[in-house]
């Protein structure tokens, strides 16, 4: 009798807290975060919140009011879809 063992990923349901930490902190913090095996970090996303953090506050203000543009315009488009789909029904 022959005895197969697979190797199964087992996908978890993952959450996404979100923290306030000081600047100063930061580094040290992702450091520490980084060196459990759970935990997953977006680099890409790491590296647009340091360089929002660089701006000045007249840009930080600036492009925030981009950042909520963008969402509100993308909020459109899903229900111009979520409408679409509807009428398709």
Do not use: H
Not at 48 to 76: C, D, F, Q, Y
Request: glycine share 2%; aromatic share 8%; proline share 3%.
């Amino acid at each position: 009798m022959v005895v197969l063992l697979w190797k199964l990923k087992i996908y978890l349901r993952m959450k996404q807290p979100v923290l306030n930490i000081p600047d100063i902190e930061y580094q040290s913090f992702m450091k520490v975060a980084k060196s459990f095996s759970f935990v997953e970090t977006d680099e890409q996303q790491n590296k647009l919140l340091e360089m929002e953090a660089k701006l000045s506050p007249n840009k930080r203000k600036i492009w925030g009011r981009v950042k909520s543009g963008l969402r509100e315009i993308e909020s459109m488009e899903k229900q111009v879809l979520k409408e679409n789909q509807e009428m398709n029904f």
